[in-house]
């Protein structure tokens, strides 16, 4: 296991994301405990963070409340410093990689002023710690390496995400986080997240920075309204990372016919486990817009992301598609079941709804 988001703790920051956890299993601890003491886990910590000057890491939030707080990387000497120790880290964790045949690297974010924490914002949706060009190396000795990140947000991770063959998202587990990922790691258990939010290759993607003022010093002005997330996707037809609702599993499945049943408010269809394995699906219905006033500088709605701004909007603005309501089903291998979905506004007449898994 490489990454120093294996072996550690995020439970204990963030501000108001803090919890007082009782006690909380890491990755690598979650990992050792489901194989065994029979099983060796070699760890190796590949990059290390930036460390605040005066500071152990557990006071940055009552530091962040200090506009004058000073962390490591401010100066020429505490860069090169930084510098040649991840350098050394990276290194001593490639030549351990080049030994073994299954790789796991752990990172992404954690709450260190600056990524997923109160105080400031991040300045951008890149990866710390130079931790890009430790996967891309990682993933030329072992190209089957499984990728885990922490996080509460999107990362950018164009380097290296289509030369890699295995990615979780572990966002912040908590107490059990570790023996999660372990679990679903291992195949313990079968994988059914689905993501809350669209995860972009760039800010430029995101409405609120190619419509909005989102990232100005100063006064923000929110001007992309009801464009956000897959509402802005779609209008714009921006392909993101990853969109809104997207998640992979052990097992396949597959959705049959659908139709509204107005004496509920729902709408009902079938779904069935094509697979191998038991798993869980969630069935999304979205009800289709009926027609878009929007009015921009352009009709053109393939502009690329980030030039687009609107001049007005009306309270009749539609998006493509919008998100009606949604269940998760459990079905063995082979199972089939009808679902129920209740349309949570109550169904519009007139309007014409679907389903998606």
């Known amino acids: 296991m490489i990454g120093e988001n294996a072996d550690k703790l995020n439970a204990l920051g963030g501000g108001s994301a803090e919890l007082k956890a009782l006690y ?5 601890m979650g990992i050792k405990k489901l194989l065994g003491g029979n099983t060796k886990v070699e760890y190796a910590k590949g990059y290390s963070c930036d460390i605040f000057r005066g500071d152990t890491e557990d006071k940055w939030q009552e530091r962040s409340l200090d506009l004058d707080f000073v962390r490591v990387g401010s100066s020429e000497e505490a860069d090169t410093k930084m510098k040649d120790l991840r350098e050394q880290l990276r290194n001593e964790a490639l030549e351990l ?9 752990v990172g992404g974010y954690d709450h260190v002023p600056g990524h997923d924490s109160e105080g400031d914002d991040k300045p951008d949706i890149k990866l710390p710690y130079e931790q890009d060009i430790l996967i891309k190396e990682l993933l030329k000795i072992r190209p089957d390496m499984a990728i885990v990140l922490t996080g509460g947000s999107d990362v950018d ?4 995400i289509d030369d890699a063959h ?3 998202w572990g966002w912040y587990g908590g107490m059990e986080g570790g023996t999660a990922i372990a679990e679903a790691l291992f195949g313990d258990i079968n994988p059914s997240g689905r993501l809350p939010e669209t995860f972009y290759h760039d800010l430029s993607e995101c409405g609120a920075h190619a419509i909005g003022e989102y990232g100005k010093v100063g006064r923000v002005e929110y001007k992309d309204g009801i464009y956000v997330g897959y509402r802005y996707t779609d209008r714009f037809n921006v392909n993101p990372q990853f969109p809104f609702g997207h998640g992979l599993s052990y097992t396949t499945f597959e959705l049959c016919g659908g139709k509204l049943d107005k004496e509920v408010d729902a709408y009902v269809c079938t779904v069935k486990n094509t697979g191998s394995r038991e798993g869980k699906v969630s069935v999304l ?4 817009g009926e027609k878009e006033r929007i009015l921009t500088d352009s009709s053109d709605a393939s502009k690329p992301a980030g030039s687009h701004t609107l001049k007005g909007m009306s309270g009749q603005d539609e998006p493509v598609k919008v998100l009606s309501g949604f269940e998760k089903v459990s079905l063995k291998p ?9 349309i949570t506004d109550g169904i519009i007449e007139g309007r014409e709804y679907f389903a998606a898994i």
């Open 24 to 28: 909380e299993i890491s990755p690598l």
């Open 157 to 160: 991770m164009r380097e290296w």
């Open 334 to 342: 082979g199972e089939t079941k009808e679902v129920a979905i209740c």
């Open 97 to 105: 990689a080049k030994e073994y045949e299954n790789i796991i690297f």
């Open 285 to 288: 219905v979205y009800m289709k």
């Open 166 to 168: 295995a990615l979780i």
